[in-house]
């Protein structure tokens, strides 16, 4: 009944740019912190960003900082992860997952997982 489903994902050379869609479904945004997490080959599933229902309050990791924006649209109840100058090592599925209201300390908390999107940096 809840879902989020993640889009946008692709080939990309270093250095450029993409934006990844999670779109929900079965509930509103307007309730919910959404999370972006990435899992690479031979690599555990970490944390890569997250945005509060209505804080305001936004969270990404050290290694993103400066490179990737997320951001929400209610209006299309969708939460976007823009990645910019792109690295080989940010090749992973990544994958959105959904909280209510604020951003948790550990990923076991979140629910209503997507299918993940693959992104591929490389040359």
């Known amino acids: 009944q809840v879902q989020v489903v993640e889009s946008g994902g692709g080939l990309v050379q270093p250095g450029g740019s993409l934006r990844l869609s999670c779109a929900a479904s079965g509930f509103t945004l307007d309730y919910y912190a959404i999370g972006w997490f990435r899992q690479a080959p031979g690599k555990e599933r970490e944390g890569v960003s997250c945005?509060?229902?209505?804080?305001?309050?936004?969270y990404y990791a050290d290694s993103v900082k400066g490179r990737f924006t997320i951001s929400r649209d209610n209006a299309k109840n969708t939460v976007y992860l823009q990645m910019n100058s792109l690295k080989p090592e940010d090749t992973a599925v990544y994958y959105c997952?959904?909280?209510?209201?604020?951003?948790?300390?550990?990923?076991?908390?979140?629910?209503?997982w997507g299918q993940g999107t693959q992104v591929t940096v490389s040359s």
């Open positions: 997952a959904a909280h209510h209201y604020y951003c948790p300390g550990l990923m076991e908390d979140f629910g209503s």
């Open positions: 945005i509060s229902s209505s804080d305001g309050n936004i």
